[in-house]
């Protein structure tokens, strides 16, 4: 009734997978995954430092760039250069950015059993939620 394949498949051999096809383990995509959801909130957190300096975030910086550095091997991340803040920018909208991000970054934190990286990323949900709650109480 239906033709059998004659092909062989690009993914697998009987042998087993194609060597000429990338493949990547488990963790190591974990680890990139950890790596771009730590980097993007780096990324936020260099933008929030003009708006709202605090020892807080400088260390918070310092500490993103030393995980995404050891979770990239050792390849520094692009930062964000410090610039003269903009008096109209609300930085509620970047908390709200940087906690969704950290909340990604402590799933896959988690899934892959990285300690440093998931205490890392609750510290920072925590941070920004904070932000977020004194900015709300102040508006009242």
């Not at 950015?97 to 949900?125: K, P, Q, W």
Request: hydrophobic share 40%.
């Amino acid at each position: 009734m239906y033709e059998p394949i004659r092909t062989k498949s690009v993914h697998s051999t009987v042998d087993g997978p194609n060597p000429d096809f990338p493949h990547r383990s488990r963790e190591e995509e974990l680890d990139i995954q950890l790596a771009g959801h730590l980097a993007a909130l780096l990324a936020v957190t260099d933008e929030l430092r003009p708006l709202a300096p605090s020892a807080d975030l400088d260390t918070a910086a310092d500490r993103l760039t030393e995980q995404v550095t050891r979770l990239r091997g050792g390849r520094t991340p692009a930062r964000a250069s410090l610039t003269a803040p903009d008096s109209r920018a609300n930085p509620a909208p970047l908390h709200q950015r940087a906690h969704a991000l950290a909340g990604r970054a402590l799933v896959v934190a988690a899934s892959r059993a990285d300690t440093a990286a998931a205490i890392l990323a609750a510290e920072r949900m925590d941070a920004h939620a904070a932000a977020l709650e004194t900015r709300e109480l102040a508006s009242r």
